[in-house]
């Protein structure tokens, strides 16, 4: 995406994206795509590269096949004529100053095998993280590695088990004032995310150094930021303080919470008054109440909101300020 939109502040008139498959398995970012398409460069969809037309030692254009994936898998090769090509092949690890045979092992992608807890290599004391060991990320994951490798290396210095590992620190505050009155802000906003004002194509293509982007002034960034989800508070819910009165269902404004029978999580997620689809974000359940039923929140589309804590009439559900220090090295 930074080529094609380069391409274009430097004098490309006509500039296109071609990708072998669809536009929703590239690995740019989603935003990323949107910049692209709102300056004018199409992507077009399914088609693999078969060759460079060449005439009179000049590039006028390649041929592609259509993918048997794509919309038309039948139709013959596709001409698309250019007169300069950018192959945007991605970046692999290469590691030709590590010698063959110093009992280095590497995985089928060529790169060093690594434990994926303790980030130890077959060498013990050679230890690899972020895109060296498990391929393309982002930065957040490679510092994350690099806590994690920490932590194994100070064992490992020490003699310990690298698998007696230290606990992050996890602690929880409540935040209630009165009956109705937090230590933060839980208004339930109905604003629309606001958009971030670009500059006007006209200009930006125009300069290449120009900064598309312009930001929030101070009356559109606190409309955008009492939209916050308030992800440092929890609900929690003490099962010996409810009686089942469902107050907190009737009150939630996102239909995440619910009393149910228990069963298989592959159900409950199906069962809820609004499907939790989202496999990736566990369900927060209690245990059985006195009904026989369980309480199942789904974390995915709860607002934080602390409507439910409000309503209880028991105070079986209240709003808590949740702080998660990461472990480190040298820590028990």
Known sequence: MDCCRTARRLGGEKVKVVVRGSRKKMKASAWEIEDALREGVPILEYLSPLAFVVEKGRLTGMTFQP???????????????CDEVLIAVGQQNA??????????????????????????SSIQKIFFGGDAAFGPKNVITAVAHGHEAAISIDLFCRGKDLL???????????????????????EVS????????????????????????????????????????????QTV?????????????????????????????????AGLSIPANNQSQDLYVSG???????????ENVCLH???????????????????????KAGGK
């Open 67 to 81: 993918s048997p994936e794509g919309p038309d898998p039948d139709q013959k090769p596709v001409f698309i004529p």
């Open 95 to 120: 590691f030709p100053w590590i010698e063959k045979d110093i009992g280095l092992v590497f995985n089928d992608s060529n790169r060093p095998k690594v434990d994926e807890i303790t980030f130890q």
């Open 164 to 186: 007696d590992r230290p606990r992050p620190a996890v602690t929880l505050a409540g935040q209630k004032m009165g009956l109705h009155d937090w230590m933060y802000h839980n």
């Open 190 to 233: 109905e604003q629309q995310r606001q958009a971030v004002p670009m500059v006007s194509k006209v200009k930006s293509i125009k300069d290449r150094l120009l900064e598309v982007e312009l930001g929030f002034d101070r009356k559109i960034g606190r409309t955008e930021a009492l939209r916050c989800l308030n992800c440092d508070m």
């Open 237 to 269: 819910f003490s099962l010996p303080l409810c009686i089942e009165c469902d107050a907190c269902v009737d009150v939630c404004p996102t239909t995440c919470i619910n009393f149910t029978p228990n069963d298989t999580e592959e159900n409950l997620r």
């Open 288 to 298: 059985l109440l006195p009904t026989g039923r369980v309480m199942v929140k789904d």
């Open 305 to 327: 909101c602390g409507l439910c804590a409000e309503r209880c009439p028991t105070s079986a559900w209240d709003m808590q300020k949740y702080m998660y220090e990461t472990a």
